[in-house]
């Protein structure tokens, strides 16, 4: 199976610009480098602007390929891939929120420093992802058999997600905590946003530190899960790598939109699991049915959507008993 990508080097240029520029807008020119606690008006304005740009991309794209001369129902599906793969990235990432959740809340990570060890941990994933999406797209198109791998894999996930779902993870028991908790200076405290400081001369971590280690493990861990995933979406290198950055861009306001709410969203792992399920299955009919695009946007959709409202609605009815 040959490689094949409808980007071009104006396009892969063109990305990389708006990803720089933005980030730089959000970084440092509405408050990024002031630890402070992020409101729900902030999160939720950003969340906003992330999308509204994620959706522009895509109408830029299908525009972008007419005028390049494509068949207008090439660059439709092409358009529908990108929001499909966008769609099933940004629904996979809710679960590296709750992941995120829990870990600042194990470190007691007071709220205005949590926006850095975000802010670090979105560039470290934009890297991560980089290099696996590439690795994978070389892999697959050179082994096509891997795509029932990653068929597999997803289906095994799905349902470890599926029925472990309600299961706490102690983190006092995670092996990379305790490597890190035995091999390192840590301070007993936090001190500011700062990961090091200088004690009498010698370098010491702050609590700080390992959890940014413990973001950026996490992050590589769900990128096995969701980079797969795509695949059963498309193959295309430009079509991965830019639905996979839109979707990681706007995680770190997710969080802070999604931090207060999560246990009105108790029954959406559920959805992310059987999410994982679906794909896992498209990929494994690939070679004997295709799902059609426009058809697993809609399925992908429909099953977030309701794990949404159930949980909303069951959580609301709880609420009134008590």
Known sequence: MALTSIGTPTMWVGFIILVLIVLAIDLWGLGGKTA??????????????????????????????????????FAKDKTM?????????????????????????FFAVPPEYQRRVLLYGVLGAIIMRAIMIFAGVALV???????????????????????????ESDLNNNPLLKWLRSHLRITNEF?????????????????????????????????V??????????????????????????????????????????LLKYGLAIVLLFVGTKMLLLDIYKIPTNVS??????????SMIISWMHTGRKHNIE
């Open 36 to 73: 402070h606690r992020v409101s729900q008006k902030e999160a939720l304005a950003w969340t906003i602007v992330w999308m509204l740009l994620a959706f522009a991309f895509g109408g830029v794209l299908w525009w972008y390929l007419l005028q390049q001369g494509h068949d207008p129902a």
């Open 297 to 306: 946007l809609g399925v992908v959709g429909a099953i977030i959507g309701s």
């Open 141 to 167: 198109t050179k082994f096509h058999w891997l795509m029932y791998v990653f068929g597999g894999f997803l289906l095994l996930t799905g349902l470890k997600m599926l029925f472990m779902a309600d299961k």
């Open 191 to 223: 001190h500011e946003e700062k990961f090091t400081i200088r004690k009498n001369g010698v370098l010491w971590f702050t609590p700080l530190f390992l959890v940014l280690l413990m973001v950026e493990f996490s992050d590589l861990i769900f990128a």
């Open 81 to 105: 891939e990108f929001f499909t793969g966008y769609l099933i990235e940004k629904s996979l990432s809710v679960d590296n929120i709750f992941v995120f959740l829990m870990i600042f809340s």
């Open 225 to 266: 899960d969701s980079i797969p995933a795509i695949f059963a979406i498309t193959t295309d290198p430009f079509i991965v790598f830019t639905s996979n950055i839109f979707a990681i861009m706007g995680l770190r306001a997710l969080y802070f939109l999604l931090a207060d709410w999560n246990e009105r969203f108790h």
